[in-house]
């Protein structure tokens, strides 16, 4: 049967490029100090670039404590409690840590590749915590965090 249009295969690199680009789609920014969205002068919300959409997607995903919300999933946040009930601060690091790469990995639009590079700073009453994460795309991004004990 002979059609009428046609037909081809995409070469390999578009096809990438396309997933690339669904993958990091823009959004709403958030402020995350006042718990708002930013808003223009008509009050419409502003919207960021796809890698901003990301670097606030992780760091919320950051802030949030795992099952402490019945609206997300198993997969959402971060579990700060289990860590901090461990007997001493390397073991309550390492366990951050552990909880931080999964959760950012677990990203349902699959836009984090790697996390690497944490630090963590303690103070009396919050662990500061910074990470760096590589994009699908090849970009990169410095997060940081405080969670408050």
Not at 20 to 47: D, S
Not at 58 to 72: E, F, P, S, V
């Amino acid at each position: 049967m002979q059609q009428l249009f046609p037909v081809f295969d995409m070469p390999e690199t578009l096809v990438e490029q396309v997933r690339t680009q669904q993958r990091y789609l823009p959004a709403p920014l958030f402020n995350l100090e006042t718990g708002e969205f930013v808003l223009n002068g008509k009050r419409q919300p502003i919207y960021g670039s796809g890698h901003d959409a990301w670097v606030l997607w992780c760091t919320k995903m950051i802030l949030t404590q795992r099952w402490a919300h019945l609206a997300y999933g198993d997969d959402i946040g971060v579990e700060f409690e289990q860590a901090f009930a461990q007997p001493d601060r390397l073991a309550q690091e390492s366990a951050v840590e552990r909880s931080i790469t999964e959760a950012l990995l677990a990203d349902p639009a699959g836009r984090t590749k790697q996390v690497n590079n944490m630090y963590f700073r303690w103070q009396a009453d919050s662990l500061h915590i910074t990470c760096q994460v590589q994009g699908h795309d090849g970009n990169s991004a410095s997060i940081d965090a405080e969670i408050r004990r």
